[in-house]
């Protein structure tokens, strides 16, 4: 008999894959976008230094339970809705999550436009004082560009998607780094505007907290799971706290940045208004017209990296969904024409603000509800076959 549980041991244990660590990147790259960059920024002068105490409560109490659920059902369950493997409704509430996935796909091409068309002004404007009048003009082409390019990198292997990840992760923080270092410099870092713990009495900044939560970890979006499905050796209560920290530490240090030189700026500014502040953060980092140029279509450039890769692991629901009907090349395209005919008014010139709104602080929390009512069924389930209940 002891040959048998020795094989059975064998049998039983996780394979090892050599890319686990690339594809915990992806995951990384999906809960370190421009949630965690941009809009991290702006909630914290929105609502001050206390959304960043409720922003680490959230994560705590229910980012963290949540996420490792949903790598542990990922390694579980295998389909593309694995909801559906614990709960009747499941199917259900993953097509509204992949809904909601498809909203932010559209939204993040017109932030791929805008970035581009920002990056190049940018650089216009500092180094040869021309206004680029003509560059938003240009925006319904970069979003073109943007979502043929999101249509090839969602065919490439998982192996090639995961290393993009990674140098994307590695390529924002090393910007970041940069402009924190700088503010360090002229004047000590900031994080935020100023601190008023009675605005946690609101329920509002609990909300927009479990929204941005939502948003930046791509969480009841379907997208973590998926990530699990590529890792055989994932343990999820370590792979949570590893994309957790990750997120916490790179919005901490988006904050740094922002803060610490271009505190007044970023202060006036609300979400419509995210992206200019990090124009006055380069100009006040780089009082040299030409290292400010030359640095800041470098930054630019990564923040279209950073969204390029969030916006490709938004997509995986939805695609998964259509890989069903059509192939996986054919639903690429598909989904990411779809998706260009809804950004399109955005590129041209319509805020995005009340869709993201719509997205990020009613739809995600619904979501959210969810995939917590699933999860409750599915152990109420188990303990009443138990006979615990």
Not at 153 to 156: K, R, V
Not at 158 to 164: T, V
Not at 240 to 245: L, N, P
């Given at each position: 008999?002891?040959?048998?549980f020795?094989v059975?041991?064998?049998?039983?244990?996780?394979?090892r894959?050599r890319?686990?660590?690339?594809?915990l990147?992806?995951a990384?790259?999906?809960?370190f976008?421009l949630?965690?960059?941009v809009?991290?920024?702006?909630?914290?002068?929105?609502?001050?230094?206390a959304?960043?105490?409720a922003?680490?409560?959230?994560?705590?109490?229910?980012?963290?339970?949540?996420?490792?659920a949903?790598?542990a059902?990922?390694?579980?369950?295998?389909?593309?809705?694995?909801?559906?493997g614990?709960?009747?409704?499941?199917?259900?509430?993953?097509?509204?999550?992949?809904?909601?996935?498809?909203?932010?796909?559209?939204v993040?091409?017109?932030v791929?436009?805008?970035?581009s068309?920002?990056?190049?002004?940018?650089?216009?404007?500092?180094?040869?004082?021309?206004?680029?009048?003509y560059m938003p003009?240009?925006?319904?082409?970069?979003?073109?560009?943007?979502?043929?390019?999101?249509?090839v990198?969602?065919?490439?292997s998982?192996?090639?998607?995961?290393?993009?990840a990674?140098?994307?992760?590695?390529?924002?923080?090393?910007?970041l780094?940069?402009?924190?270092?700088?503010?360090?410099?002229?004047?000590?870092?900031?994080l935020?505007?100023?601190?008023?713990f009675?605005?946690?009495?609101?329920?509002?900044?609990?909300l927009?907290?479990?929204?941005?939560?939502l948003?930046?970890?791509s969480?009841?979006?379907?997208?973590?799971?998926?990530?699990?499905?590529?890792?055989?050796?994932?343990?999820?209560p370590?792979a949570?706290?590893?994309?957790?920290?990750?997120?916490f530490a790179?919005?901490l240090?988006?904050?740094?940045a922002?803060?610490?030189?271009?505190g007044?700026a970023?202060?006036?500014?609300?979400?419509?208004?995210a992206?200019?502040?990090?124009?006055?953060?380069?100009?006040?980092?780089?009082?040299?017209?030409?290292?400010?140029?030359i640095?800041?279509?470098?930054?630019?450039?990564?923040l279209?990296?950073?969204s390029?890769?969030?916006?490709?692991?938004?997509?995986?629901p939805?695609l998964?969904?259509?890989?069903?009907?059509?192939?996986?090349?054919?639903?690429?395209a598909a989904?990411?024409?779809f998706a260009?005919v809804?950004?399109l008014?955005?590129?041209?010139?319509?805020s995005p603000a009340?869709l993201?709104?719509?997205?990020?602080?009613l739809?995600?929390p619904?979501?959210?509800?969810?995939?917590?009512?699933?999860?409750?069924?599915a152990?109420?389930?188990?303990?009443?076959?138990?006979?615990?209940?």
């Open positions: 008999m002891k040959p048998h020795i059975i041991a064998r049998a039983g244990r996780r394979p894959g890319c686990s660590g690339g594809s990147f992806s990384v790259g999906a809960a976008g949630g965690s960059v809009r991290f920024p702006a909630m914290c002068a929105c609502y001050g230094g959304f960043l105490a922003y680490a409560v959230v994560l705590a109490v229910f980012a963290y339970p949540a996420l490792r949903e790598f059902l990922g390694l579980k369950h295998r389909g593309p809705f694995p909801l559906k614990i709960c009747p409704f499941g199917g259900f509430v993953g097509g509204l999550s992949a809904a909601n996935c498809f909203i932010m796909c559209a993040d091409i017109s791929i436009a805008a970035l068309t920002d990056g190049c002004s940018f650089y216009a404007e500092v180094n040869y004082g021309g206004s680029a009048a003009a240009l925006m319904p082409v970069w979003g073109s560009i943007a979502a043929i390019a999101l249509a990198f969602a065919s490439l998982p192996r090639a998607r995961s290393r993009a990674r140098a994307a992760v590695l390529f924002q923080f090393a910007c780094a940069v402009l924190a270092l700088c503010g360090a410099g002229r004047g000590g870092l900031h935020a505007p100023g601190v008023e009675s605005a946690l009495l609101s329920p509002r900044i609990w927009a907290a479990l929204g941005q939560a948003l930046s970890l969480l009841a979006a379907g997208v973590m799971p998926s990530f699990a499905r590529e890792i055989p050796s994932l343990r999820p370590r949570a706290g590893v994309v957790i920290g990750a997120n790179g919005s240090l988006s904050c740094a922002v803060f610490s030189l271009a007044e970023a202060s006036a500014a609300g979400i419509d208004a992206f200019q502040v990090y124009r006055f953060a380069l100009s006040a980092a780089f009082p040299c017209a030409v290292v400010c140029g640095f800041g279509s470098v930054f630019y450039l990564s279209i990296f950073t390029f890769i969030s916006c490709s692991a938004l997509a995986r939805p998964a969904l259509l890989q069903q009907k059509l192939s996986p090349k054919g639903a690429s989904f990411f024409a260009l809804v950004a008014p955005f590129c041209a010139g319509v009340p993201d709104f719509f997205g990020c602080e739809l995600a619904l979501c959210a509800l969810a995939h917590v009512a699933c999860f409750a069924f152990v109420l389930t188990e303990r009443s076959r138990r006979g615990i209940i």
